[in-house]
């Protein structure tokens, strides 16, 4: 078999298909995102053609995972590789989503994170589902303008459903 045959082939020939549908639908909002999480804009805009080579080479179009939300992950992952200078800026599988943990990472911190984000998730599952709605497509990388257009809603509700959901997930925190 060659390169070029094959059922990874396959997967990647229609990853790629999807990549070439995604890049001019999501580019400005993309680089929008690595800029904001990139020490320079040349930086941005490799971690943004990284983000769409490891999408081609990794992303399963037969899972169930989102691809706007795969790119934009590993995207920021990228970003912040190059901002804290641990990694090359060179497409490499720590940077997906099923990529391995950071064995550089000690056990007891791994541990605290792991019980830090259960308690996140709580605190998340128990707020109004609107905020719940507005605090995901932010985390996404969407601006309120853009979750305005997405959801009908207001500015206003938009702006508000954010308040007070970060208010009511601080106070879980304490």
Not at 4 to 12: L, T
Request: aromatic share 6%; glycine share 4%; with cysteine.
């Amino acid at each position: 078999m060659s390169v070029n045959e094959g059922p990874d082939a396959e997967r990647r020939n229609r990853a790629l298909a999807l990549a070439g549908e995604l890049y001019p639908a999501n580019q400005r909002r993309l680089l929008a995102i690595a800029t904001r999480n990139s020490p320079t804009p040349q930086d941005a805009e490799e971690a943004l053609h990284d983000a769409f080579a490891l999408f081609i080479q990794n992303f399963d179009p037969d899972s169930d995972a989102p691809p706007v939300a795969w790119l934009t992950l590993t995207l920021k992952r990228r970003c912040w590789a190059a901002a804290r200078h641990q990694l090359p800026l060179q497409p490499n599988d720590q940077d997906t989503l099923s990529g391995p943990p950071n064995h550089q990472t000690p056990t007891d911190e791994l541990v605290e994170l792991a019980h830090e984000a259960t308690l996140i998730r709580h605190a998340f599952q128990t707020l109004k589902p609107q905020e719940r709605r507005a605090l995901s497509l932010l985390a996404l990388g969407y601006t309120y303008r853009d979750i305005a257009d997405l959801t009908g809603w207001t500015y206003t509700k938009v702006n508000r459903c954010i308040t007070e959901g970060r208010a009511a997930l601080r106070s879980h925190q304490t």
